[in-house]
T-cell receptor, first 111, second 119 residues
């Protein structure tokens, strides 16, 4: 089946690291994504990881993939107030056009 | 340079009306999508077109009809609007499936959203 789950809320202090978690159920996923949605805006692709990778780093962002547990995480180092947003994980399956989105995690960064 | 654009940005209308939302992408992509985001921010795919051909049609009332005049445009027409249609509608686009797999390009780009309020 297709199901992508995330915790709904996360609150961190400015300067700390944030870790946003996601679990998915479809083992045929090819790519896994992280999107950021700021208030009143569309979804902005932050990063993605191919399913044969364990880790991907891009500046302050680190994506970890545990394929055995079907667990994806996004770590934001030195979290800033501008990082406050909703973060969606998503998966796509090889050979399909379909993208399945998680429920979104609202990250609030406290000054 | 706007990659995926939608019009209008806001749409307020009465129940029972018919309205359209337009989407255009200038990325040269072959596949376009419509998503609905409800008040809880849950994002659900509604339709997808590849080269003007419907390829994904989720369980959506037939009052919703997508139309793709060419591969750069995917419009959404909604008949007999209902209160429950109030949501944010996002258009998105991505590269053709075969090219995505061959060229390892696997990204989906979103428009800014159309906020629909049905009174």
């Amino acid at each position: 089946g297709e199901d992508v789950e995330q915790s709904l809320f996360l609150s961190v202090r400015e300067g700390d690291s944030s870790v946003i978690n996601c679990t998915y159920t479809d083992s045929s996923s090819t790519y896994l994504y992280w999107y950021k949605q700021e208030p009143g805006a569309g979804l902005q692709l932050l990063t993605y990881i191919f399913s044969n990778m364990d880790m991907k780093q891009d500046q302050r962002l680190t994506v970890l993939l545990n394929k055995k547990d079907k667990h994806l995480s996004l770590r934001i180092a030195d979290t800033q107030t501008g990082d406050s947003a909703i973060y969606f994980c998503a998966e796509s399956m090889r050979g399909t056009y379909k993208y399945i989105f998680g429920t979104g995690t609202r990250l609030k960064v406290l000054a | 340079d706007t990659a995926v654009s939608q019009t209008p940005k806001y749409l307020v209308t009465q129940m029972g009306n018919d309205k359209s939302i337009k989407c255009e992408q200038n990325l040269g992509h072959d596949t376009m999508y419509w998503y609905k985001q409800d008040s809880k921010k849950f994002l659900k795919i509604m339709f997808s077109y590849n080269n003007k051909e419907l390829i994904i049609n989720e369980t959506v009332p037939n009052r919703f009809s997508p139309k793709s005049p060419d591969k750069a445009h995917l419009n959404l027409h909604i008949n007999s609007l209902e209160l429950g249609d109030s949501a944010v509608y996002f258009c998105a686009s991505s590269q053709d499936l075969i090219r995505r797999l061959a060229e390892s390009q696997e990204t989906q780009y979103f428009g800014p959203g159309t906020r629909l309020l049905v009174l």
